[in-house]
């Protein structure tokens, strides 16, 4: 017979007493010990409450069979005598199952409340997920995030995918009527996209495209007035402004030496025709006596000519005789 602390209430007991004389607990046969730390428990227990180790188990019929042969103790309570062996040994066995049965069921409980309650959670974010993704489609703009939100989120809404399809198309159309406005090449067409869609990503890329088509204009007429006209329709805040003012500068500095040249050339015709008329007037040499011109001699003897004939004087009519 040993001296135990009693495992409910930390009591001295022996331990070979009926129950605790402190907690009125069962004691005798009732209590093991832990192999690995030694402490004092009940035999229901499945673990150590101290180290957590489990305890190892004897069969139930075994225990029953044991308790059944040792040899009953009776004690007297107010002069009534009574025996519990076989009580106390099935009591025993009921609240050994009891708790294992019970625990099973509360994980059980637990483990589907779990899953319930993550594929709760999972359908709430992948709801909220579906949410911010069509809300920054929408306020972006950009089809490739409307086109990945259509990918992404096949179940979602009907309304909000044939909202997102719609803007979709709208922004393809828009891209495509750029397309065909920068191809061309042409003024008034890519003028036309910008003042359809004053807003759009591509209006700034249009604005340049217009202003090289005006720059190329001014530099093919090359004229102070080209560059001028160019300078005024940008307000001087042109991509070319500062090369266009170049030009001005350039072609009046050619034109002024131009002239300059062509009044020097002409100053020094002056300066050259004063310098021949200044000079005095040189004397002529008398002009070498020409010989006097030689006499024909006459014609050897020619026999005259012959005398035109005389013409004979025209007949005149008689007139005529007076008809009766």
Request: proline fraction near 6%; glycine fraction near 2%.
């Amino acid at each position: 017979m040993a001296i135990i602390k009693c495992p409910e209430c930390g009591h001295q007991v022996s331990d070979h007493a009926k129950t605790c004389p402190s907690c009125g607990i069962d004691i005798a046969g009732n209590i093991v010990r832990c192999p690995e730390c030694g402490e004092l428990t009940f035999a229901f227990n499945d673990v150590c409450p101290n180290c957590q180790e489990v305890l190892p188990q004897e069969d139930a019929e075994v225990k029953i069979h044991r308790l059944s042969n040792e040899r009953p103790e009776r004690h007297e309570i107010h002069g009534v005598m009574d025996t519990r062996r076989s009580a106390d040994n099935t009591e025993t066995v009921q609240k050994k199952r009891h708790p294992v049965a019970i625990a099973f069921v509360v994980a059980l409980v637990a483990s589907l409340a779990v899953v319930f309650l993550g594929i709760y959670l999972m359908n709430k974010m992948d709801q909220q997920n579906e949410t911010d993704a069509y809300e920054r489609a929408i306020i972006s703009g950009e089809p490739l995030i409307l086109q990945d939100y259509l990918l992404r989120y096949q179940l979602a809404p009907k309304e909000r995918r044939d909202s997102v399809e719609s803007i979709l198309a709208r922004l393809q159309k828009i891209e495509l009527d750029w397309q065909n406005a920068r191809d061309s090449k042409s003024k008034s067409k890519i003028q036309a996209f910008v003042d359809q869609y004053p807003q759009n990503k591509h209006v700034k890329e249009a604005r340049l495209t217009i202003d090289s088509l005006d720059w190329v204009t001014a530099t093919e007429k090359n004229t102070i007035e080209s560059y001028e006209a160019y300078l005024k329709t940008y307000a001087n805040q042109g991509e070319h402004s500062d090369e266009a003012t170049f030009k001005i500068e350039d072609i009046k500095a050619r034109k002024a030496a131009e002239e300059k040249a062509r009044q020097d050339s002409i100053a020094a015709a002056e300066a050259k025709l004063k310098a021949e008329q200044a000079k005095p007037v040189e004397n002529k040499k008398p002009a070498e006596n020409k010989k006097p011109a030689e006499t024909k001699k006459p014609a050897d003897n020619k026999k005259p000519a012959a005398p035109a004939p005389a013409k004979k004087p025209a007949e005149t009519k008689k007139p005529e005789a007076k008809k009766k």
